[in-house]
């Protein structure tokens, strides 16, 4: 599920098969019409379960100091004010009736059945643009708190860590080099993977996990190299997550000393904050694209290892400056290697491939450290055992 917007829940198929995306007393969690989120204790999947979501309690505190709270029903849209906002009102309102600890009494009118609006203090205006991303949660979503979007993204966030700690620790128990692929629809990234494993082949097993809201066109091209491909499908998720990519290694069964990719969903955004267990991400930015992309979307750019700069072969016939693309994408992230490369023509494949080779051997090099490793504790508990 995405910590933003809340997508791909109960969507992804792995070659056509639905993946069960939680285990037994786990929580679920729910979107409502109105953005509110809530979760609560999941337990049975045989069977079918209902939600109350139709009444809550609001809590208000007053000018005098107290607090109470009261039920709250709702039927559509509502969100509340904050910073002193005055809501609008798009349907009919009643009125909730309210006695202190004073004894006084008053009503006061609230809206239901409809939208109304409000400010938050963490948007903000500057030069003409309305900036969302100011608040603690770096996001927006209508009728949340940040403190509850921050919340709901710790507890995403963490669950997911946990599946790519475990994907992360049986990769490198099988010396895999494992590379998330990631750009913005229409990079270049397959064409770019296929004429990567052709090079590659008879050098390396080389296997791909494919992932794509719809069809099985990225992942028929791949299988159409000689490659072992599988596909997932989000539905409408706008990435791949950690517990997606453990089912598909599971049924792709990697052989050891291998080369994985994983071609993420054509988004530079959401797939930036989701940990797969890889060695690395790959950011690949087209020249068709623009050079201020680093600095538009710099999450992605700043989690990755490795910035590909593709098709170049076009840029005699494009405005794109390369140089400042780079310029912009190591200001986001100093430490990013930028290799140059074509698809169509090769360029650029010599260092593109010696990178990955890099990879591979340092993957086998750490493996063969645990190997050893494991042969002598196993052999000073003999020692030990045999002084007994």
């Known amino acids: 599920m995405c910590t933003t917007c809340g997508c791909a829940t109960g969507e992804t198929r792995i070659e056509g098969e639905a993946v069960h995306g939680h285990e037994h007393g786990h929580e679920h969690w729910h979107v409502h019409e109105d953005g509110t989120a809530h979760s609560h204790p999941h337990h049975d999947h045989g069977a079918s379960h209902a939600h109350a979501h139709d009444e809550h309690e609001h809590a208000h505190t007053h000018a ?43 009503v006061h009118p609230h809206v239901h059945d409809g939208e109304h609006h409000h400010t938050h203090e963490d948007v903000r205006e500057e030069g003409g643009a309305v900036h969302y991303g100011h608040g603690p949660a770096g996001a927006h979503a209508p009728g949340m708190s940040q403190s509850r979007m921050v919340q709901i993204e710790r507890d995403i966030l963490s669950k997911n860590d946990a599946y790519a700690a475990k994907n992360r620790a049986r990769l490198g128990e099988q010396g895999i080099f494992a590379l998330n692929l990631v750009s913005s629809p229409g990079s270049g990234k397959t064409t770019l993977l296929c004429r990567t494993i052709e090079a590659l082949k008879g050098r390396y097993p080389v296997q791909v996990i494919e992932g794509d809201q719809q069809t099985s066109f990225d992942a028929d091209r791949i299988r159409a190299t000689g490659a072992a491909a599988l596909q997932i499908n989000t539905g409408k998720g706008c990435h791949l997550d950690a517990h997606m990519v453990g089912h ?15 071609e993420n969903v054509g988004n530079l955004v959401c797939p930036a904050a989701f940990d797969l267990g890889e060695a690395h991400k790959v950011a690949i930015l087209s ?5 201020d992309k680093p600095l538009k979307y710099p999450d992605m750019f700043r989690a990755s290892s490795l910035m590909l700069v593709n098709k170049v072969d076009l840029l005699p016939y494009l405005s794109f400056d390369v140089d400042k693309a780079i310029a912009h994408a190591r200001r986001v992230n100093p430490e990013l290697t930028v290799i140059r490369v074509s698809a169509t023509t090769g360029e650029g494949f010599e260092e593109w491939l010696g990178w990955i080779e890099a990879g591979l051997s340092a993957q086998g090099e750490k493996r063969q450290e645990t190997v050893d490793a494991l042969k002598r504790r196993i052999a000073e508990l003999e020692t030990q055992l045999a002084g007994r």
């Open 287 to 291: 020249v068709t694209e623009g050079e």
């Open 64 to 106: 005098d100091g107290t607090t109470h709270a009261h039920p709250h029903h709702h039927h559509g849209e509502h969100v509340h004010g904050h910073a002193g906002a005055n809501p609008v009102p798009s349907a009919a309102a009643h009125a909730h009736a309210h006695t202190h600890a004073d004894g006084t009494t008053h």
């Open 248 to 262: 598909a290694i599971q049924k792709l069964a990697p052989v050891d000393g291998s080369l994985l990719f994983i």
